[in-house]
């Protein structure tokens, strides 16, 4: 079987359907950062899907919060929508030895929609 991931940002549906046919290989998504060792989410492999980038990593947290300049919110229907914020181990504590580049912007925004499954 051959396994592809993409981690950076979401493919669009249509690409990841169209290099999944055009391969022959099952190409899963995943979100990462390079300030989460590159750890985030994942799709698992027998995940069919498009358009989603699937839970996260062992040892990663994820949740959303409410992004109230994009009128995003976690009470949203029919999903959760937010921004996302990573957690856990594996993510850094800031910029070796440049805590005026920390305190400036470490905090990264990032959005996203939360799905049942």
Not at 60 to 87: A, T
Request: glycine letters at 14%; a negative charge; one cysteine or more.
């Amino acid at each position: 079987m051959d396994l592809m991931i993409v981690g950076g940002a979401p493919l669009a549906s249509k690409t990841q359907g169209y290099v999944r046919t055009c391969l022959g290989a099952k190409l899963v998504q995943g979100y990462t950062m390079t300030e989460t060792t590159c750890s985030g989410t994942c799709q698992v492999h027998s995940d069919l899907s498009v358009g989603n980038v699937g839970g996260p990593i062992a040892g990663m947290e994820v949740r959303l919060v409410d992004w109230n300049e994009g009128n995003y919110r976690i009470s949203d229907k029919p999903f959760p929508r937010g921004e996302l914020v990573l957690g856990g181990d594996p993510v850094t504590r800031g910029y070796f030895k440049n805590p005026t580049k920390t305190d400036e912007d470490f905090r990264l925004q990032n959005i996203g929609e939360l799905y049942e499954d």
